[in-house]
């Protein structure tokens, strides 16, 4: 029972770490309408910013400065979002296919950088002996893995209520407004571009949050973990949760984890052990399938985005009528018109 409860903290703390890129992608894609398909390359960045300040220190490459969990998080952070806002300044004119393949070619640049630098990142090897949270407590199962999904809970709360009230704050109205039609919101004397730029740091810097947190969780990392197919897996996370929706991200990262990590105990326990290593794209295979249908039966996601995003809006379309005076109440019914 212990080690059940157990792997279930596991499950749940890795699902949130997808939710944290999912939420980031949210800001990019969700709300504004910029197509990031380098989500892989600000996850890399962020994990490998953190792991270099936090590991212990070794003669085998640069970093090694053991700093507090917590400071790689936030490195990680900042770390990413300039490096992503540097990327959007330089790449956001772009429109749909062109600045797709430009954030592809960024996320392989950056798993390339981070395989062959190994005077840095390790190379091939990657980084082992990452810090973990309580790792203190890794002797009690429950207890570390209980412990860990209680940070992943906290950080991921207040993620997600910083978030919403940037959706429904003038910012957030003016990301939809220039989502929806450009022109329109470019009119009213807003710059286009430099909201993009913003909200593509913004999004960028929680993906490498995502990554740091993913990083020492796990406690090791490797370029192999930043392949393209990790973008695949947070995209389809946002599209069946529901893009534009921050309940919908969280929502769509815990159910496409699930379905991964079942799929892949599926193919363990059935497929020949020669031919597990073929059998494991069926995993690919079954999210697609899966994306298919969330599209074919409710094309918005499982949780829609919201129509108004702000509290003031059936207030001005319909204001509420104020009750009278009792003395006019009585004037009013001796003298109905």
């Known amino acids: 029972m212990i080690d059940l409860l157990a792997y279930g903290c596991f499950f749940l703390t890795m699902a949130l770490t997808y939710a944290i890129m999912c939420l980031g992608l949210n800001v990019q894609w969700g709300q504004t309408g910029v197509f ?16 270099l300040l ?28 300039l490096l992503s806002a540097a990327v959007g300044w330089l790449t956001i ?16 640049t950056v798993q390339l950088a981070v395989l062959n630098l190994e005077s840095i990142t390790g190379g091939p090897f990657g980084v082992g002996f990452v810090p973990r949270p309580f790792d203190a407590w890794a002797g009690e199962p429950l207890l570390f893995a209980g412990a860990n999904l209680a940070v992943l809970l906290v950080l991921v709360g207040v993620l997600y209520a910083a978030l919403e009230r ?15 039609d450009e022109r329109a919101a470019e009119s009213l004397g807003k710059n286009p571009t430099r909201f993009r730029v ?4 913004l999004g960028g810097a929680i993906m490498g949050l995502g990554g740091a947190v993913q990083g020492h969780f796990i406690g090791f990392i490797a370029p192999e973990n930043y392949l393209p197919m990790l973008t695949f897996q947070v995209w389809a996370m946002l599209v069946v949760g529901g893009s534009g929706n921050n309940r919908g991200a969280v929502l769509g990262a815990v159910l496409i984890w699930g379905v991964w990590a079942l799929s892949a105990a599926l193919i363990d326990a059935l497929a020949p052990g020669g031919q597990q290593a073929r059998a494991a794209s069926l995993q690919i295979v079954v ?7 969330i599209l074919l039966s409710r094309p ?26 009792a003395a006019k109440r009585g004037d009013s019914a001796r003298n109905p018109e």
């Open 93 to 108: 004119r772009l429109r749909a296919d062109y600045l797709a393949i430009t954030t592809f070619g960024f996320a392989v």
């Open 198 to 201: 913003q909200a593509f740091a």
């Open 54 to 81: 936090t590991t212990p220190a070794t003669a085998e490459r640069f970093g090694g400065f053991e700093l507090p969990v917590a400071v790689g998080w936030i490195a990680a952070f900042v770390v990413a979002g």
């Open 287 to 293: 999210i697609g399938v899966l994306l298919c249908l």
């Open 36 to 51: 990031n398909v380098g989500v892989a390359g600000f996850v890399a960045t962020g994990a490998y910013a953190s792991v």
């Open 300 to 325: 918005r996601g499982l949780i829609g985005e919201t129509d108004a995003v702000s509290r003031h809006v059936g207030e001005r379309a319909a204001p509420a009528r104020r009750p009278l005076p």
């Open 166 to 180: 940037l959706t429904r704050s003038p910012w957030g109205r003016v990301l939809r407004a220039i989502r929806e």
